[in-house]
């Protein structure tokens, strides 16, 4: 397993907002985490990325216990991510903000351009390119970050994440304001990343979004898993049905 | 170039003055980039003055030396100092290094070495005009290729927003705190380097108005880049003086250019050319600092 979650707790004053959560998700797979607000997603994305601290349980990467890793440290083992939300260098250009994503494969180069002709960080600049190329963006890689459309903003957030060669990558509702053409392109971009060997970890409220990239779900609610499997499994599944869809059409 | 020569000669202290005050301004231009509001670059300004010329005074250290160990002084000062403080951010981190900045004035008045409230007078005048100018020129220059590295665009990012730059594998920690002790080293290397241009210093000299001069230096020159607050230093600095027949309004005038700054140019002087760019990331609210 690429990355393993056991039995991982994170409380909010009374609130457990993850109750012992066991996750395994192999490699190169895409692994999708749904559940209704508040169940408890996005917290075990800030535990796994090193945002929050556990309160209990261990997580696993790569077969080292990072349960107490810091966000950076994390990065540098491999694992990247997006936020809900967008969290973009707004005053920074759309490549810059890639080149900032690329800081943990980077020759720290500060004392080096001290010297007059030291060359230009050439290839660096050419893989950021070739990343904003990727998802779409290259005409506006000269754009502050802040001036791009919303749904530009969310590929420039995964074009950063993935600047840092991770193995796995965390994203949090990246399809939430995007158009069904958008979403379908992102579904695209998500399948042909897995295809290059990356390891996606999805949380989405686009069920269907969930249910046309992963191969493995699990579900979330009040802060306990409640179901994992395939898609077909999680869409028979009738504790799934009662605790989440109720009123949803999850087809 | 006799005029040059007949200006240098007139103004001399002047000019020497605008060098320090730019060299302060650069040494606070280094937090302000990675987005930190810090104000303790007047103290060490001060631990650099005091050191240096005590140094000279009581064991005859040569002036290069003498200004280097001041200068290590306050970078030893602000290391442990950073590590405490950069818990805190915004305005709570500019009261706790305003804080360490009063604490520094009341240990030079209480302590019979640093000549308590009289401070030292009789400082040896070894500083030269082109001292100041050469570690402008080396610090401004250092500065400007650091904020094209790695390092330069880790402190953009920080300030831009610190969760995502922790995100990208920057140890935020530790580049807020080398920014810090950089805006240190160059801040008391100027307190050196005025010390032995002013003959006398007083704890006074360094206090919390000094702190405050610093911080506007680099902000109504502009934070982009290290051009900024070398500009807004010289302005401020020399303005004063070349103003004296209009003496009664210069505080008037000075505070005058902040407002129209602040309110027109909030990245500053050297921002007039972006005028538009500027406007744009007012409105996407990215204008805070830079």
Aim: glycine share 10%.
């Amino acid at each position: 397993m690429l990355l393993e979650a056991i039995r991982i707790t994170r409380r909010f004053g009374g609130v457990v907002a993850v109750n012992a959560v066991d996750l395994a998700v192999a490699p190169r797979q895409a692994f999708g985490l749904i559940g209704p607000n508040g169940a408890g997603k996005t917290t075990l994305v800030n535990l796994i990325s090193g945002h929050l601290r556990a309160d209990g349980g261990t997580i696993r990467f790569a077969e080292a216990d990072v349960t107490r890793s810091p966000p950076h440290e994390l990065t540098t083992r491999g694992i990247a991510r997006t936020f809900q939300g967008v969290r973009l260098f707004k005053g920074l250009s759309a490549i810059e903000n890639v080149l900032v994503g690329r800081h943990v494969r980077m020759r720290a180069d500060a004392v080096r351009r001290l010297w007059p002709r030291a060359a230009p960080d050439r290839a660096d600049r050419d893989r950021a390119a070739a990343l904003l190329e990727r998802v779409g963006l290259a005409r506006r890689a000269e754009a502050l970050a802040g001036e791009l459309s919303y749904g530009d903003q969310r590929r420039l957030e995964i074009a950063r994440a993935l600047a840092s060669e991770p193995r796995l990558l965390l994203l949090d509702e990246p399809a939430a304001g995007m158009n069904p053409t958008e979403t379908g392109r992102l579904r695209e971009l998500m399948r042909a990343l897995v295809d290059d060997g990356l390891t996606i970890l999805l949380i989405e409220h686009d069920v269907r979004l969930v249910m046309g990239t992963c191969e493995r779900i699990a579900v979330l609610n009040f802060g306990r898993k409640i179901a994992e499997g395939g898609p077909a499994e999680i869409q028979r599944s009738a504790t799934v049905r009662e605790a989440y869809l109720g009123s949803e059409d999850v087809a | 170039m006799d005029e040059i020569g007949d200006f240098l000669a007139a103004y001399s202290t002047l000019v020497g003055f605008v060098g320090v005050s730019a060299l302060l301004a650069l040494s606070v231009w280094v937090t302000l980039y990675a987005g930190q509001l810090t104000l303790g670059n007047a103290a060490f300004m001060g631990i650099g003055a005091y050191v240096s010329a005590l140094l000279g005074r009581h064991l005859g250290t040569p002036f290069p030396i003498a200004l280097v160990v001041g200068a290590l002084a306050a970078g030893a000062t602000a290391a442990p100092l950073g590590l405490t403080v950069f818990r805190l951010r915004g305005v709570y981190l500019a009261i706790a290094t305003l804080a360490f900045g009063e604490v520094v004035r009341v240990i030079l008045l209480a302590t019979p070495i640093t000549g308590k409230g009289q401070g030292l007078n009789g400082i040896p005048p070894k500083t030269e005009l082109w001292h100041i100018y050469l570690s402008l020129a080396v610090v401004a220059y250092v500065l400007w290729r650091v904020q094209g590295s790695t390092v330069g665009r880790a402190w953009a990012a920080i300030r831009e927003d610190e969760t995502a730059a922790a995100s990208q594998g920057i140890a935020v920690r530790r580049y807020k705190l080398g920014a810090f002790v950089a805006g240190a080293l160059v801040a008391a290397w100027a307190g050196g380097l005025s010390a032995h241009l002013t003959f006398s210093i007083e704890p006074n000299d360094f206090a919390f108005s000094k702190a405050v001069q610093i911080l506007v230096f680099a902000v109504v020159g502009g934070i982009p880049n290290p051009l900024g607050p070398i500009f807004g230093a010289a302005l401020l600095t020399a303005l004063p003086e070349l103003l004296r027949p209009l003496k009664d309004y210069r505080d008037i005038l000075q505070g005058l250019i902040l407002l129209l700054v602040i309110i027109y140019l909030p990245r500053g002087l050297v921002t007039v050319a972006q005028l538009r760019r500027t406007r744009r990331l007012q409105e996407i609210g990215a204008a805070d600092v830079a």
